[in-house]
């Protein structure tokens, strides 16, 4: 345990940490006390049937979706729908390494974490703690779409609306090696220590090394030559690595970017289906628009069409946005656009 | 200076290492006894119109032209044509940090050589060893593609055809940083010693986690998700790190890639146009065909493409192979019948 001020109400805003108890994990191990650490937008009806899940992306916090997503205007309107962020355990935020008072899953001792348990994290805290047992839509990003195809799955009673953005039900052998490379990068740094670190300062150039993967992965070949790094008062593309990624990725903690970098190297539906994808895709019964980003680097939209082809009356819905994945942070204008259009027409539906 | 038999003809086949005198480099410093790897197929004719130039790409050698390019029923037949292949500077054949033995320039403190020094060191070796003034075509992939734009547009008098395959006229914002990725990989490590290491051994893990880089940008998501390592006689996506690309890039000499890296990282013929792209690639006079590779990762079509619309008379031929830029080593027999259709046109025009 060491104080990381990245995870706090100050930077991240406001949140509530809300007790689940005892969360079994699925490959062993156990979480005595686990916390979620939650924030909502606008009521839950009498009926209880108008909350939308959004569970959160690697790296990320409940704080990205309330900035960009979430507000009057957006598909994603709290006068309409009872919206609750939670941050997936690990996160800095949540149950993590950093954070936890339990010494025995403190810092290097933290057990393996699946996107599924995640999502029985999650269905108990609505369940016990909100009283809903239906989602009129799961929303999420990148590993937040990972957890949106859990849901839809696993619970497939529970979900009637489901959106995946920029992110796949079954991780592909690419996007494993990938997020290899990203872990790599932080475990071999001498300061890591094997997980015990005194600060994630110790840890700094690892931090960088993972923010410059990052760099060529996250963002499009394209985004770099039209310099759109000017669209957020950069001034030179080593700007955008000394001002924006690497004091992004350098603030947060580097146990908790290897549980969730673990957990997304391993997500597959497939599980539910006797390893078959299509039988596992085949189970969703909620309408689906599947959301790949147009220049993804590593979640291509073909990998993502092709889960559509196996989901009953899915829709591709391609968002087009020369950032590529870090088109999720709604760096242009036509993102969000785009975004909100696929999300009311689904809504709607 | 260190023995490493990666870097001999036992590995690498056959070569003459011809010494060219004193090299002074574009940005400084000096190569006092330049030696370069050359090896060559096929007879120069009376009249020396007959010779094809072949540079090397980012840590390779004249091997894999040999190999998989060059013989009867390609269109690179040295039936027809004098084919010299000349090894770049410092990729471990030719003068490089770990086998000269001019102490001023070993190891770390070898100095930055560029695209443009290897052309010229060419331009040399071609004039004084061989007569030849005059070339009937440059071929070259991915930093080879570098020198074979630098060829046509600094000796524009003497390149009547060039063929860049995989690679740019002017490096990309993106391309730089992922280079970056490659040389931090292999810089982080302690072994590296600031590059005063005893034996490319102690860089084991640098190295490796260079070759891992390469695997999610040197080959392409659908490769992988097609398991087309199958195709490679290897039997997993894990096989495919430890059993080909770990040991392949393990076996080589760090410094050399971090020559070669800087060198790839700067290549730029806009210095030839007044730093004016356009005006650089307008002063090109040889029948050029413009050959990316359409799942190429990190030379994606559309920037050679743009190039291509700034050469007169270029012609794009798109070679169209799932193993993205590692296309280049041939994997898929399509790839050769397709490179030497293209060249075969292009030596035919």
Redesign the interface.
């Known amino acids: 345990m060491y104080p990381n001020n990245f995870y706090s109400p100050e930077v991240q805003g406001p949140y509530e940490m809300i007790g689940i108890g005892r969360l079994e994990l699925e490959h062993g191990g156990v979480i005595e006390n686990c916390e979620l650490a939650v924030a909502t937008r606008g009521e839950l009806n009498q009926a209880k049937d108008n909350a939308i899940l959004i569970p959160t992306w690697f790296s990320g916090t409940h704080q990205a979706w309330i900035d960009s997503y979430i507000g009057a205007g957006h598909a994603l309107d709290p006068d309409k729908y009872f919206i609750v962020i939670v941050n997936q355990i690990g996160n800095g935020l949540s149950t993590s390494p950093h954070n936890t008072d339990d010494e025995s899953i403190a810092m290097s001792k933290f057990p393996f974490v699946t996107i599924g348990d995640d999502v029985v994290a999650q269905e108990r805290l609505l369940r016990e703690h909100f009283g809903i047992t239906e989602l009129f839509a799961v929303v999420g990003g990148s590993m937040g779409a990972q957890q949106t195809y859990e849901w839809a799955v696993r619970f497939n009673e529970k979900v009637k609306r489901a959106a995946p953005i920029a992110g796949t039900a079954q991780n592909?052998?690419?996007?494993?090696?990938?997020t290899?490379?990203l872990l790599?990068?932080i475990t071999?740094?001498?300061g890591f220590n094997g997980g015990e670190y005194a600060s994630h300062e110790d840890v700094a150039?690892g931090l960088k090394?993972h923010a410059?993967?990052w760099?060529?992965?996250g963002?499009?070949?394209?985004w770099?030559?039209q310099?759109c790094w000017r669209g957020l008062d950069l001034e030179s593309?080593d700007q955008a690595?000394t001002h924006f990624l690497e004091p992004t990725f350098g603030a947060m903690d580097p146990n908790a970017l290897l549980v969730m970098g673990r957990k997304w190297q391993h997500g597959d539906v497939a599980r539910f289906g006797g390893d078959d994808l299509a039988t596992a895709l085949g189970r969703i019964t909620a309408k689906v628009f599947v959301m790949p980003i147009s220049e993804d680097?590593?979640f291509?939209v073909?990998?993502c069409a092709a889960e559509a082809d196996l989901i009953p009356g899915a829709e591709l819905r391609v968002i087009d946005d020369i950032a590529g994945h870090f088109g999720l942070f709604s760096f242009e204008p036509s993102y969000m656009e785009q975004v909100d259009r696929h999300l009311g027409e689904l809504f709607a539906s």
Chains 1, 2 share one sequence.
Do not use: C, G, N
């Not at 592909?172 to 990938?178: I, N, Q």
């Open positions: 592909t052998p690419h996007d494993y090696l990938f290899q490379v790599d990068a071999s740094d001498p150039e090394r410059r993967v760099a060529i992965m963002l499009s070949t394209e770099w030559k310099e593309r690595l680097m590593f291509p073909r990998d």
